[in-house]
């Protein structure tokens, strides 16, 4: 027997926080050992909680070897039981132990259970939410599995008359579920994971206390959360040559701070632990190897020790502090200084910007040889985020938190499509899937680029095709428009008839609009692999890499073990999908940087680096918040013997404590997290309230946030000014409708970029239509009804104008959901419109719709010609031409039509004053009224801007004055086309080309002449 394990059992030792961890016992265990020979050292075992512990312990013994060859011991995981070697399954330890179910077999049967019960639930349970709250069902199921704890008697007592109805339902179900479970496991042969840990643990246990391993046998690093690892962790203390060292138990607090150590405190799971096994806290010894003479160390654990200490015992913060200052006047020094030393806190302003903050943390690092770092985060999308952010220097971290399956390039891929079962017209998704580098329809990469270009170009964008066919008959109308390049619409069908055949595929499985989520999967995948098809049949890689394996796994799994799952919808499928894909994380693996790592916080615990950032310091993110449990209430919990949720808090503190001792700590926390204001970390507040009494602040690093703010920042940068091009006179317009007049008014940048440089806004995939449909139509309307009844309105007005309404609606390509709000729309609509009709037909006047007029002005650059398409014009027997313009949303304000911004009834006015209307003569000006029809509450509403007589007259001399003087300043060659000559619109008239224009930045930062 070696020195370091001599003497009676139990033996129970400690690492303290300071200290790193598997550094020290390798350290140990090398020193111990090696002097006995080579193979001593490789006879022993040591079991520590995770795999990545295991790994950092065996780089450690090399370290401690001085980098020579070594033997190191026999290292397993605790975690990973079922891995079928030693220590674990000696022997015939597992043969009577039937396997264990696998976790998507698991998840697929609770899903069948769930949804088999969902009568009894009260709840329409479609795959996504059944399988939600099969997944609340596991997790009981595995709470009461790990705490070895049997419900069966106390759920009846659970629920008393004054609970809502909701828990007894609850009550209701768990009890048919620990009936029914644990019979469909049998049936199949297997039990649950949790259950044969727990077996092959307690087997364990009892096979070494009946005969204790005579060699040497270490745990290391595991708190003993579950009650049977705390009792193999008991037998191991009291074998032969065996020890547990346990990672940061706090000898320094005071005996009455520890009697108050509860669930949520760093020191919680320990304390249990130890009262479980019968020891002390004065019997755990110190490490041999962490009995160093490291102070500054030594008081930064005591730092924090005191801060994290129970919420109890704070109120004597202050005699602490004085208690601890007094300690450390033997050593001349002040011990929370001392403490505080090579720690410092760096404030983010959101997720951004702290993933921007660690990664150059890490690279700085990095430009000292040798030294070694690591974030430490438990948010996945931060440790990914900046793993992202690394990339810009070309450098890979070594990442616990690996990159999510639902992201990866097949994961997406199969999003897509499970999404295009249940939408397959859907321009974006359509889009997605053209442009997915996996995806090759059997094309060259040329071709390919081409007939995506046309199909976008010509085919997705604007209104939505609701069929195939409709979708290509669009097509197929734009093969005449001598504006399309020859062939582009042959591609562009070439590849809608490509993904129809691929996409159409994946309705087969669906019978009464449900399949069986194993036929959904398997004809997912080979509609993946059609898409994928190069022109020789190969899927290329598909399949390959990391993302590729784990998402056929899935795929795989969904195929062979979700027969007992209830049948999905098209969108069920897809959201079942996304939700198992939302769970796979994928560890990649390859060429990492050996000195850099990213580890969550359970994988901090047993590693050490020069340099650690800890972030994630936000309530709700470390520590998390409690999982909701759809079947239990925090009362029922505690009544069956399940742990509280603060007992992970308790945890989550040990981790953190462990993690802020390392020598060099940055603590980083955001403000925001998501867009809405986040809470500093309650350990991180109970450090600063601490450091506060003793009148220290917190160290910061705040050229970190500098640097963070100017990475991408340049340092010349001088916001734009606002554009003002000057075309030659030549190639301005010398021809505008009035429409355009109002722009060249209010924002003559547009002018320029639409008139003279011919620039034209693209349609947007799929883009909204009903407030262009709706225009469109009560046009269309307005003209079938006058042209069908040009004279006497008939009895049944409403009905025909409604009818027309409606039918025009479709033609513009209002979609059909929204048409039944519509058709009610229509209908009111309809009721005001025919009692305006009667009402403006009542003394005779002739209707005249979509006329088109036009008058030619001179100007210094020639004669200007204004041209106007009328909606319509009224000839009253008094010689009058009433001009009407429909809308369907808010007509122009009098104020603004006035000032000349919308001038387009004036000028209307103006062409028809002066014969620009050929078929109508010269009438008088008369009414110039705007015509609003919204079908709502009023249904319609006449807007006259100005009356027939003078005033109309006033304001048609008016605006032709106001053109001349516009046109005349345009020919003006150094007059430019500025943006947004009229700012007070900037909010109201949306331009397409604000864009173009930088609008945003040249309006809000100013310029030099004050504009």
Not at 909 to 921: D, E, K, N, S, W
Not at 945 to 972: C, I, P, Q
């Amino acid at each position: 027997m070696i020195a370091l394990l001599a003497g009676e059992g139990p033996r129970w030792f400690n690492i303290p926080a300071h200290r790193p961890f598997v550094h020290d016992l390798a350290r140990g265990l090398f020193d111990a050992l090696s002097p006995l020979g080579p193979e001593a050292l490789s006879q022993a075992v040591v079991l520590t909680p995770t795999r990545r512990g295991a790994r950092a312990l065996a780089d450690a013994f090399i370290a401690a070897a001085g980098g020579r060859a070594v033997l190191p011991p026999q290292i397993r995981p605790l975690g990973d039981l079922d891995e079928g070697e030693p220590p674990f399954e000696p022997g015939d330890l597992a043969i009577d132990l039937p396997a264990a179910i696998g976790p998507l077999r698991r998840r697929f049967e609770l899903i069948a259970l769930v949804k088999g019960h969902e009568k009894e639930l009260k709840r329409e349970l479609d795959a996504s939410a059944a399988l939600e709250l099969a997944d609340a069902l596991g997790s009981f199921l595995d709470s009461l599995q790990i705490e070895e704890v049997s419900a069966r008697d106390g759920l009846a007592d659970l629920v008393s008359a004054d609970l809502a109805e909701h828990w007894r339902v609850s009550r209701e179900f768990l009890e048919t579920a620990l009936t029914s479970w644990p019979a469909r496991l049998h049936e199949l042969g297997v039990v649950d994971v949790s259950q044969r840990r727990v077996a092959l643990l307690r087997a364990l246990a009892e096979s070494w206390d009946r005969r204790p391993p005579e060699g040497i046998l270490i745990a290391a690093g595991s708190t003993g959360t579950a009650p049977a690892t705390a009792d193999l962790l008991t037998v191991i203390a009291r074998a032969p040559q065996g020890a547990v060292i346990l990672p940061g138990l706090d000898e320094s607090l005071a005996d009455k701070a520890w009697a108050q150590v509860g669930e949520q405190h760093p020191q919680g799971a320990m304390k249990r632990l130890l009262t479980r096994a019968g020891i002390a806290r004065r019997d755990v010894l110190l490490w041999p190897a962490s009995d160093t003479l490291d102070t500054a160390g030594r008081w930064r654990r005591r730092v924090i020790n005191e801060a994290l200490r129970p919420a109890e015992a704070t109120a004597d913060w202050l005699t602490v502090i004085e208690t601890l200052r007094a300690e450390g006047q033997a050593e001349d020094i002040d011990p929370i200084a001392e403490g505080l030393k090579g720690l410092s806190v760096v404030t983010a302003r959101g997720e951004e910007e702290a993933a921007t903050v660690a990664a150059l943390l890490l690279r700085e690092a990095l430009e000292v040889p040798g030294r070694t770092t690591a974030l430490v985060a438990p948010d996945q999308t931060l440790a990914r985020r900046v793993a992202a952010k690394l990339a810009r220097w070309g450098v890979a971290a070594d990442s616990s938190a690996g990159s999510a399956l639902a992201g990866c390039r097949c994961g997406v891929l199969a999003a897509l499509v499970a999404k295009a079962a249940d939408d397959p017209l859907d321009p974006v998704t359509l889009l997605a899937i053209a442009k997915h580098p996996l995806v090759c329809l059997g094309a060259d990469p040329e071709t390919l680029d081409r007939r995506r270009a046309a199909l976008e170009l010509h085919g997705l964008r604007g209104p939505r095709k609701t069929t195939w066919a409709a979708l290509e008959a669009h097509l197929r109308r734009k093969a005449s428009d001598a504006r399309i390049e020859p062939g582009a619409v042959e591609d562009a069908l070439a590849l809608a008839a490509q993904l129809r055949d691929a996409l159409t595929r994946l309705q087969a499985p669906y019978t009464d609009d449900e399949a069986r989520p194993a036929d959904a999967a398997r004809t997912l995948a080979e509609t993946m692999e059609a898409l994928a098809a190069d022109q020789t049949g190969d899927t290329g890689d598909l399949w390959a890499g990391h993302g590729g394996e784990a998402l056929g796994r899935l795929l795989s799994g969904l195929m062979s073990e979700s027969d007992g799952s209830p049948a999905v919808s098209r969108r069920g499928f897809a959201d079942l999908l996304a939700r198992l894909m939302s769970g796979e994380s994928i560890r990649s693996g390859g060429a990492t940087h050996p000195r850099l790592r990213i580890l969550g916080a359970i994988e901090a615990r047993l590693t050490r680096a020069d340099r650690l950032i800890v972030a994630g310091l936000e309530e709700g993110v470390w520590p998390q918040g409690a999982a909701l449990d759809p079947f239990l209430s925090r009362p029922m919990r505690e009544a069956l013997g399940l742990p509280p949720p603060e007992r992970r808090v308790g945890l989550a503190a040990h981790d953190f404590a462990q993690a802020a001792c390392a020598p060099e700590v940055i603590l980083l926390h955001s403000e925001r997290r998501e867009g809405a204001p986040a809470v500093k970390s309650r350990w991180l507040w109970r450090l600063e309230t601490l450091a506060r009494g003793a009148g220290i602040d917190l160290p910061t690093r705040p050229e970190i946030l500098d640097w963070a703010r100017s990475l991408d920042a340049t340092t010349d940068y001088t916001p734009a000014k606002r554009p003002a091009p000057r075309p030659p006179v030549a190639d301005r317009p010398r021809e505008m409708a009035v429409t355009r007049v109002e722009a060249l008014t209010r924002d003559p940048y547009a002018v320029w970029a639409r008139d003279i440089l011919r620039l034209y806004p693209l349609e947007r995939p799929d883009e909204a239509v009903e407030a262009r449909a709706r225009g469109t139509a009560i046009h269309k309307a307005f003209e079938r009804f006058a042209e069908a009844h040009p004279v006497e309105v008939p009895p049944d007005a409403a009905s025909i104008f409604e009818a027309m309404y409606v039918t025009a609606l479709e033609e513009a390509g209002m979609p059909h959901e929204a048409l039944a709000r519509e058709s009610a729309l229509a209908r009111e609509a309809a009721l005001w419109v025919a009692d305006l009709e009667r009402r403006r037909r009542a003394d005779g006047r002739t209707i005249h719709v979509e006329l088109k007029g036009e008058l030619e002005i001179n100007a210094p650059g020639g004669l200007f010609k204004v041209n106007a398409r009328a909606d319509r014009i009224e000839i009253s027997p008094e010689g009058y031409g009433h001009i009407l313009d429909y809308k369907t949303g808010k007509a122009p304000s009098q104020k603004v039509v006035d000032t000349g911004f919308s001038p387009q009834l004036t000028l209307t006015a103006a062409i028809l004053a002066y014969g620009g209307f050929p078929t109508l003569g010269r009438p008088m000006p008369g009414d110039l009224t705007y015509l609003e029809v919204t079908g709502r509450k009023p249904a319609g509403r006449e807007e006259t801007r100005a009356a027939a007589g003078e005033e109309s007259e006033a304001a048609a001399r008016t605006a032709l004055d106001g053109l001349g003087k516009l046109v005349a300043r345009f020919d003006d060659p150094a007059q430019p086309y500025l943006s947004r000559s009229a700012p007070q619109f900037v909010k109201t008239h949306i331009s397409d080309y604000d864009h173009l224009a930088r609008v945003f930045e040249w309006s809000t930062s100013g310029d030099e002449e004050g504009e």
